[in-house]
């Protein structure tokens, strides 16, 4: 079975604080993603990487980098929190092809 | 731009009987198209998917159907579970991408 882990499940920041949220993968997919959801707004794509080291921007950037130093890991960096990126952060990898993807299991993260 | 839409925020369904939740999208270059069912506090798991060159797909009670004329996909759970209640997404892939674009969620209810 595929395992995708966060690093927290909740997590509580102040504004302006660096935030890290860690998401790993054991089987051995090349793409990665990182996804918010907001109530209304179904899941909408932050970043995703293809490849160690690649990365390309999805439907909302701003506000956010990521880091893919090895195939398993994939961080996503929220540089000064702020209070409107309070939501559910989820991480998901794939293959190739097929093209389903495999999430983890969130972290619901609160910015004061 | 919301490319996939789902245009019912929520579904309530006697248990036993048809469940059908559906999904509409605008871009003709989507060629695979996935559903996922997520529990709250938990990621989305992958439920059934079609490619653009069929127009059904089953899974035991699930099936999924794809009129491509209309762009419209739905899904069909048959008979419905208290187990089903859950929050329901669709998803496309647009030819040569490797993302998706997810739908804002339908949430299900069984009733007993």
């Known amino acids: 079975d595929v395992k995708v882990t966060q690093s927290s499940r909740y997590l509580v920041k102040r504004t302006g604080e660096k935030v890290f949220l860690e998401c790993v993968q054991d089987?051995?997919?090349?793409?990665m993603f990182w996804y918010r959801q907001d109530p209304g707004l179904g899941l909408r794509l932050i970043y995703f990487?293809?490849?160690?080291?690649?990365?390309e921007k999805g439907d909302i950037p701003e506000g956010y980098s990521v880091s893919r130093e090895k195939k398993e890991r994939f961080s996503l960096i929220l540089e000064s929190a702020s209070t409107n990126q309070t939501s559910m952060y989820l991480c998901?990898?794939?293959?190739?092809?097929?093209?389903?993807?495999?999430f983890g299991p969130g972290t619901r993260l609160t910015v004061t | 731009d919301q490319q996939v839409k789902q245009n019912s925020p929520s579904l309530s369904v006697q248990e036993g009987r048809i469940s059908i939740l559906n999904c509409d999208y605008t871009?003709?270059?989507?060629?695979?198209f996935l559903w996922y069912k997520k529990y709250p506090a938990e990621g989305p798991t992958f439920l059934i998917s079609?490619?653009?060159?069929?127009d059904k797909n089953e899974d035991g009670r699930f099936t999924v159907f794809l009129n491509k004329s209309a762009k419209h996909l739905s899904l069909h759970i048959v008979p419905s579970q208290p187990g089903d209640s859950a929050v329901y997404f669709c998803?496309?892939?647009?030819?040569?991408?490797?993302?998706?674009?997810f739908g804002q969620g339908t949430r299900l209810t069984i009733n007993p």
């Open positions: 998901a990898s794939s293959l190739k092809v097929p093209y389903e993807q495999y």
């Open positions: 089987m051995d997919h090349e793409n």
């Open positions: 990487s293809y490849d160690v080291k690649m990365k």
């Open positions: 871009n003709s270059m989507f060629d695979y």
């Open positions: 079609i490619s653009s060159i069929k």
């Open positions: 998803a496309a892939k647009r030819q040569g991408a490797q993302k998706l674009v």
